[in-house]
């Protein structure tokens, strides 16, 4: 079973942004860790990712600059600046909110963390 | 090259099409591919199978190119905007060559104009030259654009120098139907040279003369476009002018209006060239959505003629009007078979051949009146011309039923198809010059 469309799109946002806090990456890794984390629950059109990571790049709430992989390949890296931490804890809050209404129906326990 | 090679460049060019994917952009989706494929082959999968699961992962290329074209919104109104350097369509020629050249044509029909004393009359010489103040100036650009050689140039130019001879010195009568007649052909004949030039002197090669066929279409919808641009215009120039300087609307629109005119048919060239994806993508569009109404207009208009027979009189305007109709058919067929290759459907295919049809009917029920005509008070050059051309597009359209008939049954090409049109278009020709330089001595310049 896959997880509903509006759902994915609504967590694709903080999804990649917080992959991206936990260190720069790039496309293809970070759909690999989408991938691994969802335990391949949550998956989407891997081209749609990119459309995505140049719109936060156009908010500035990530920035990129073309490397080379070790295959030595054109890759492009992205990088969470501070906009995007902000962005991302602000996302953090509303979805814990979210979760946190529906968990407490439903008996789950989630934790505020203190910003 | 690898098959993995293979598939990523045909798929890399699928996702650039359209220009809503830089080519950044498709570098980036490219590496993704490649290392998807690239484990997936370390995984046991051949290359092929490797392509077609990573390219599925990907997404399909029309929702890539969308979701990318929503977010770069921006990329696509670059293209219209004269931005010179166009990276995606390759743009022949330089802005200012093209504007120095726009320029030119628009001095000359001003030259032109005042000569003649346009508006207080319109004297017939200006008529009849009307295609010579631009459509070598179109040649010319052509000319420096492809880098024609010079003795192409030479030929080119001096096929058009003896058609201005020849129409001018030519002592025609005051009010002489050859005359009138040479002034409707000789803008094609000078179109068809300012093509030559377009197509660097290729006659012998089909695909050429194809692409000059469509280079005229897409001319004619960017002429149309920027027309009705130019009119909206000048009509609210005139109605800002007309409080303050109603004096004033008039000349603006002499200096103006022809210039604009003239101009444009540059323009129009240089936008073909240079915007190809736009009109490309139009082009095919419009076909689409044209030939099966043409059908049923065609269809609707052979039944009634059949029915009621041809009344009233049947004039020059008339005539022409058929002449014109039969023309798009050609036009729509021509189009939409060469923007069939890849796209087979069964249903355009049946409508083009019923729009062929119907037209090869109403050319012999026209035939036929002109010749019982003929029969009644004897030859004109009216309609000596009228039924030259009738008879020219007789043959065209016969053949391409008989090559549509083939196609749909599957033991012909399409390519047949265009090759017969390109191949036609030396009739065209023919028949064009022979009205400009024959028709006037057969009759005597009546």
């Known amino acids: 079973m896959g997880i509903d469309k509006d759902l994915v799109a609504a967590l694709a946002t903080p999804l990649v942004l917080a992959i991206l806090a936990e260190g720069p990456s790039y496309g293809y890794a970070i759909l690999k860790r989408i991938r691994d984390l969802s335990d391949g629950e949550l998956e989407w059109s891997d081209g749609m990712l990119y459309p995505l990571l140049h719109r936060l790049e156009r908010s500035g709430q990530v920035q990129a600059d073309w490397g080379t992989s070790s295959t030595g390949r054109r890759r492009r890296n992205y990088e969470i600046t501070k906009a995007g931490r902000a962005m991302l804890a602000e996302h953090r809050r509303q979805w814990e909110t979210a979760t946190r209404t529906l968990g407490g129906m439903w008996g789950m326990t989630v934790s505020r963390t203190e910003a | ?446």
Do not use: C
């Open chain 2, 1 to 446: 090259m690898s098959v993995l090679d293979t598939h990523i460049a045909q798929w890399r060019a699928a996702i650039l099409r359209g220009g809503a994917v830089s080519s950044d952009d498709a570098d980036e989706l490219e590496s993704h591919l490649r290392e998807q494929a690239d484990e997936l082959v370390a995984a046991g999968l051949s290359e092929d199978e490797a392509f077609l699961v990573a390219v599925r992962r990907l997404g399909e290329v029309n929702r890539i190119t969308a979701e990318f074209a929503r977010e770069h919104s921006d990329r696509l109104w670059k293209q219209l905007v004269l931005t010179g350097s166009d990276e995606t369509s390759g743009a022949r020629g330089s802005v200012p060559l093209m504007l120095g050249f726009a320029v030119a044509a628009a001095v000359v029909i001003q030259i032109a104009r005042l000569l003649a004393g346009i508006p207080y009359g319109l004297p017939q010489w200006f008529v009849v030259n009307l295609g010579f103040f631009v459509l070598p100036v179109l040649g010319a650009y052509f000319a420096v654009v492809r880098r024609v050689r010079p003795r192409l140039i030479i030929v080119l130019a001096a096929i058009t120098v003896s058609f201005g001879l020849a129409v001018n010195l030519y002592p025609f009568e005051a009010t002489s139907q050859t005359q009138i007649l040479v002034a409707l052909h000789l803008p094609v004949l000078l179109w068809l040279v300012a093509g030559v030039a377009y197509i660097g002197g290729e006659l012998g090669s089909s695909a050429r003369r194809m692409d000059l066929i469509r280079f005229s279409g897409e001319w004619a919808i960017y002429y149309v476009l920027l027309a009705l641009g130019g009119g909206v215009l000048l009509g609210l120039t005139s109605l800002v002018l007309a409080p303050i300087a109603p004096d004033a609307i008039t000349p603006v629109m002499e200096w103006i209006l022809p210039s604009g005119a003239a101009g444009a048919v540059i323009v129009s060239a240089w936008l073909v060239e240079s915007k190809k994806s736009i009109v490309e993508n139009l082009a095919p569009v419009l076909t689409a959505i044209f030939t099966p109404l043409f059908a049923l207009m065609l269809v609707a208009v052979v039944a009634s003629y059949l029915a009621v027979g041809i009344r009233g009189d049947f004039n020059r305007d008339l005539l022409a009007g058929f002449d014109l109709l039969l023309l798009v058919v050609l036009g729509l067929v021509v189009y939409g078979i060469s923007a069939r290759a890849g796209r087979v459907s069964r249903f355009s295919d049946i409508t083009r051949l019923v729009a062929v049809l119907a037209a090869l009917v109403l050319d012999v029920i026209v035939l036929g009146v002109l010749v019982a005509r003929v029969g009644d008070i004897g030859f004109t050059p009216n309609r000596v011309v009228a039924l030259g051309l009738n008879l020219v597009l007789m043959i065209n359209l016969a053949v391409t039923a008989v090559l549509s008939v083939r196609l749909l049954a599957g033991r012909g090409t399409a390519f047949a198809v265009e090759r017969w049109q390109t191949g036609y278009l030396t009739v065209f020709a023919a028949w064009a010059a022979a009205v400009v330089l024959v028709l006037p001595l057969l009759f005597a310049f009546a």
